[in-house]
């Protein structure tokens, strides 16, 4: 299957989305997903690296256009224990300087508590996910809970190939000119990243 890069347009909040929220609850749901993550934040990148069904899963940031969508391509994904080389390539997405190996390869505690939790420039977030998805207009929408360290956010999300068909649906939910954020920047604040 090939890989697509998907944009993207998001926001976060407490509360209710309002009307939004409404119109695509009123909708058959397609699917609920309900996940334990973790994402690594880097200080000096903001790709998006996180842990899920014991893969490190990377998706990196390739545009943003005049909507303020962003498009996202997913560029590696690799079990545990994690190779050398493989850590090489996923610190230089991060930005951060590779230390001294002190083996060939790591399970994922040793990655998190050695190489991980050692590092200033990095932070551990642990993210809880209930997803409720949706199709609108050919679109993938979702609606979810989600915890960042156990502090709860919501979020509305509205993802597609094509940008301007992103751009329609969220006009007919009336949620144009509300700002996109993504998972990172909002981790980042709620972390105190950022």
Known sequence: M???????WRVFGKGNFGEAEKMIR????????KTDEEYILSRKSDENVKIRFDLIDVKSLQNVNADNLEQW???LKTGFPIAADKLAEL???LK???PK???AEYTHDQFID????????LELVKVKKNRDIYKIDGTTAEVAETEFNGVPWRTICVEHEDPALIMKVVGKLGMKGEPNMN???AMKKSVGME
Do not use: G, Q
């Not at 090939?2 to 993207?8: D, H």
């Open 26 to 33: 009123a909708l058959p749901m397609d699917s609920n997903k």
């Open 91 to 93: 610190f230089k997405i």
């Open 96 to 98: 951060v300087e590779l």
């Open 73 to 75: 391509l997913p560029v």
């Open 183 to 185: 998972y990172i920047h």
């Open 114 to 121: 050695e190489l991980v939790k050692t590092n200033p420039d």
């Open 2 to 8: 090939a890989i697509v890069a998907r944009w993207e």
């Open 101 to 103: 190996l002190e083996r």
